[in-house]
């Protein structure tokens, strides 16, 4: 279980970019944080994996306090993090990257799970370098392969739509619901993800504005006519 | 061969022991094993040291290996060693040097290597060059290589420098005809006070010929690298040219580049990035479970071995 307490981050330039959060994140649950763009969904999800640090606040991963541990130490707990923005490499390949995700090394037959769970074919990738040849929905489905081959604890994914076009959603609601066993929190804008949550986090300006299931949710999203809140015409 | 020269053979050539092909080994400023084939001859020179390899018309998967090894201090060796490549062949050409030096004496090794590569024939040439040994006498390597490619030829050239060597300079100098393609892989690694120069030239003088040339580099401490390269295009010609440098404590990485596309129909681009490792990098192997310096190493092989 993950909880967060009194949870405030703000930088010279911006002070409040999160406000007082506190958060209960259930095992086996599945959590989507949705909310305007700028209104510190990935400020949140960085600070639990320990990208950035809290300005104040506490954060317990199954009761230990987590604020003092780096980044790889948090991993080693057991957490994982799929980027909003994949990052590239110059000269490593996709079957490098898998190898350490799933901490065993050429072990073909999960690697080739774990592609053509994302819809790549494991021959045409593997030995394929992430470097910015790779087109951005590659790139996605490849931070999502890495992010199933960890088998954590707890999943973190940051707007894992994002540049998924042409494969279809539902396949990407499927891996979600194959990853129940763990805890999951997911940045999202998107109607089919909210549709699947346990629990939908709406947050704006840095602060919760509400918290509950979808319908307890969608009508604050439904009137909300300029399409603020569902991160549309920003 | 002592174990010295045998781990030294391995690191530079992947050898374990003689090799069934075409073979000259170069010790301490000797030939000391040579091995023609019924289609590739190994010929001493007369007049010099070094040697004229010789592969016939249509020879192909066929491999030579031409290592040099020194383990003695203040030695200064030159060779030269001239490759003649029929038309149709397909060959791999493994060289370079390795410098077990434990004295206080500097030892050197310049090698003078020239590629005629006939019509229709495909080359690929790989070259490691390592400095060894605790000795504070110079490991010093200079290569010079130079390459005339006839029509649709294709010659890869892949030069490693990866520990060791206190100072090196590497010129490439090549000249391609039609539709010939010349690839060129360059990683090196400093440390310490090392430096390491590489200079490339490249003439473009025929229709579609086209050069690519990517070199990675790597530098430690407060050593110090130099990237020069020179395309000239005198034709409807390809040629790319990607500089690659990470860059770490003290140490410099200056890239100066040189495009001339005298043909207005040849197409030459440069580009060049050097910089420290990118932190978003190392954020992402660390959210694999790296630490920091794991995630450091990590990147840096990645860079330099693939
Ligand atoms: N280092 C920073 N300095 C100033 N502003 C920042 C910094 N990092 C994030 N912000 C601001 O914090 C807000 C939240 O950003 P972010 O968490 O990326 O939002 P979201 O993921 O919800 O779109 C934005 O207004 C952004 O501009
Ligand atoms: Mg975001």
Redesign the interface.
């Known amino acids: 279980m993950l909880e967060i307490k009194k949870l405030s981050y703000s930088v010279k330039e911006n002070n409040d970019i999160l406000k007082d959060i506190n958060l209960k994140f259930e095992d086996e649950k599945i959590y989507v944080i949705t909310g305007p763009n700028g209104s510190g969904k990935s400020t949140l999800v960085k600070i639990i ?1 320990g ?1 950035l640090k809290q300005t104040s606040g506490e954060i317990f991963f199954d009761n230990e306090d987590l604020t003092a541990l ?3 130490e948090r ?2 707990k057991g957490i ?2 799929a ?1 909003q923005q994949p ?1 590239t ?5 996709v079957r ?2 898998l190898d ?2 799933s ?1 065993e090394k050429n072990k073909l037959n999960n690697h080739c799970d774990f592609l053509s769970t994302v819809g790549l074919c494991a021959k045409d990738y593997l030995d394929r ?1 992430i470097d910015d040849k790779l087109s951005g929905g590659e790139l996605k489905r490849i931070e999502l392969a ?1 992010a199933i081959a ?1 088998n954590a604890k707890l999943n973190i994914f940051d707007e894992p739509e994002a540049g998924i076009d042409l494969w279809s959603f539902d396949n990407l609601i499927k891996i979600f619901s194959s990853l129940k066993n763990a805890t999951n929190i997911i940045v999202s804008h998107q109607k089919k993800i909210l549709e699947i949550a346990d629990e939908i986090i709406l947050l704006k300006n840095g602060e919760i504005l509400a918290q509950g299931k979808l319908n307890d949710i969608a009508p604050m999203l439904e009137n909300d006519k300029c399409g603020r809140l569902r991160g549309e015409n920003e | 061969m002592n174990n010295i020269e045998k781990k030294l053979l391995e690191k530079i050539a992947d050898l374990h022991s003689i090799p069934s092909g075409a073979f000259n080994l170069r010790k301490n400023g000797q030939a000391v094993e040579r091995q023609s084939t019924k289609d590739i001859d190994i010929v001493p020179k007369k007049n010099k040291s070094g040697i004229d390899i010789i592969v016939h018309p249509n020879v192909k998967n066929k491999s030579i290996h031409i290592p040099v090894i020194i383990t003695v201090g203040g030695l200064n060796d030159l060779v030269y060693n001239d490759f003649y490549i029929g038309e149709n062949c397909d060959v791999v050409i493994v060289a370079g040097c390795g410098i077990h030096n434990k004295t206080c004496n500097t030892s050197s090794h310049n090698g003078i290597h020239s590629f005629h590569i006939g019509k229709n024939s495909k080359v690929k040439y790989i070259e490691r060059h390592i400095g060894e040994g605790e000795g504070s006498g110079g490991k010093i390597l200079n290569p010079v290589t130079r390459i005339y490619q006839k029509e649709n030829s294709v010659m890869e050239l892949e030069t490693s420098q990866l520990s060791g060597v206190t100072l090196s300079l590497r010129k490439t100098y090549a000249k391609l005809e039609d539709k010939a393609k010349l690839i060129i892989h360059e990683n090196i690694l400093t440390t310490e006070n090392q430096t390491a120069k590489t200079q490339f030239k490249v003439d473009l003088i025929g229709e579609h010929s086209s050069v690519e040339v990517v070199s990675h580099s790597v530098a430690k401490d407060n050593s110090y690298q130099e990237f020069k390269s020179d395309l000239i295009g005198k034709n409807e010609c390809f040629g790319h040219v990607e500089c690659d440098g990470i860059l770490l404590d003290k140490a410099r990485i200056i890239s100066i580049p040189k495009i001339d596309a005298i043909d207005n129909n040849a197409s030459l681009v440069h580009e060049a990035a050097i910089g420290k490792i990118a932190g978003d990098e190392l954020i992402k192997l660390m959210t694999l479970g790296l630490t920091q310096k794991e995630a450091e190493d990590y990147i840096i092989q990645g860079f330099l071995v693939n």
């Open positions: 994996m990208i780096t980044i790889d991993a080693r994982s993090y980027f990052v490499f110059k000269g490593i390949k490098e990257l350490l995700a901490g370098p890495m960890r």
